[in-house]
């Protein structure tokens, strides 16, 4: 939760590389450097108090939330439960300050604008909390997952994680803006996170219904997997976990995956930020959309249109034969084929009709003499 807040406030300031660099896993040490429009000296004090954002000018900027934080509370909460320092220089800025949480120490610095928070030993005020932390290794993973969430939606970012001064994962800025294609840029950021074989196995998708747009790309179905780990569905560039952009991804696959296959995507939903809610959550991971059932049709007809092209096609390969496909060998005449265990009994019990009136006087004789015909033949 830290990282991902810290890593909202970096975008929110227009960064175009952050590093993130953690020790046992965050809880000793979690340090988020940007290259931001930073905080001014005077404002520095201002960043600590609770519920104080400058992202919210006034009330209908607050039904219309086009940032990824705007709640005030993520600095002050973190500040409460550990050893943090706030370092920031806007670039009309000559020096950097350092402002110590603890205790309202402002101190200059040496800094290239942007700004670094440094979170030590997490939780070292309320060792009860502490207790409920995993091992390092899963909460690097939590880490490490919070990031990559980040990545696949800011293709114009790049993004670096180091783990006890070692570089763990780097995903480069595949992005200018005003340069080159947004959805060729997406494509080389998603193959950079989730791998080269998940584009390969995939279809891109674009749709658009009123005010709804639908982009990204869908796994075939023979990509699908056990668990749904490998679905990511983004509102705004914000990622969220949403049971109508969820059913409605599972309901495009009813038809393509049997028993409980899970299909892997990558979507990205636009739309006017007044018709979506997303305070709804203290995380911000879930959000309420105006009208559900338009978002749901238009990600339904999104995921169909898109794997009805590989899907007809599959069909059409199945329905051709072998002698007309690329390679097939045109001059082999066709297999027989096999005989089914039916078709063999059947063809034993075929008996020419000239042996037929032996075989009824035979019968008849056995009857005759009080013998069962049955145990006699």
């Known amino acids: 939760s830290v990282v991902r807040e810290l890593v909202d406030n970096a975008l929110d300031a227009g960064a175009t590389q952050i590093s993130v660099r953690l020790s046992a896993g965050g809880v000793r040490l979690i340090t988020v450097e940007d ?9 520095l004090h201002v960043a600590l108090r609770r519920h104080a954002t400058s992202k919210i000018m006034n009330l209908n900027e607050l039904e219309t939330v086009a940032t990824m934080g705007f ?17 920031s220089r806007p670039a009309a800025q000559e020096n950097a300050y350092a402002l ?17 928070v440094e979170v030590k030993e997490l939780f070292f005020s309320t060792p009860a909390r502490r207790k409920f932390l995993k091992t390092d290794a899963t ?30 994962e780097q995903w480069r800025a595949t992005f200018v803006p005003g340069q080159g294609d947004s959805r060729d840029a997406l494509a080389r950021r998603l193959s950079d996170v989730l791998g080269a074989d998940f584009v390969a196995q995939s279809v891109a998708l674009q749709h658009r219904a009123g005010p709804v747009t639908v982009t990204g790309r869908a796994g075939l179905p023979d990509t699908a997997r056990a ?23 599972r309901s495009a696959y009813e038809d393509l995956l049997h028993g409980h296959k899970q299909p892997v995507y990558a979507l990205y939903v636009e739309i006017d930020p007044a018709r979506v ?6 995380t911000k ?60 009994w059947q063809a034993q019990t075929a008996i020419p009709l000239e042996e037929r009136g032996h075989l009824v006087a035979d019968m008849q004789a056995l009857w005759g003499s009080g013998k069962d015909p049955v145990r006699a033949a």
């Open 100 to 116: 110590d949480a603890r205790s309202g120490v402002l101190r200059p610095v040496a800094r290239s604008p942007g700004t670094t």
């Open 285 to 344: 991971i879930e959000v309420r959309f105006r009208d559900s059932r338009e978002v749901h049709q238009a990600v339904r007809h999104a995921l169909e249109n898109a794997l009805a092209v590989p899907r007809a096609a599959a069909l059409g390969a199945a329905d051709t034969p072998a002698a007309t496909q690329p390679g097939g060998a045109g001059n082999v005449p066709p297999r027989r084929p096999p005989v089914q265990p039916w078709q063999s």
């Open 277 to 282: 809610d997303v305070n709804v959550h203290p």
């Open 71 to 87: 709640r005030g509370e993520a600095l002050a909460a973190i500040a409460a439960v550990s050893d943090m320092a706030l370092l």
């Open 227 to 249: 668990r749904a780990d490998h679905q990511y569905c983004y509102v705004n560039g914000r990622f969220v976990r949403d049971k109508v952009l969820s059913h409605a991804a």
């Open 35 to 43: 290259d931001g429009s930073g905080i001014p000296q005077d404002e």
């Open 139 to 168: 909460e690097l993973a939590h880490c490490i997952e919070s990031v990559r969430r980040h990545a696949l939606a800011r293709p114009d970012v790049g993004f670096a994680v180091w783990h006890e001064g070692r570089l763990v």
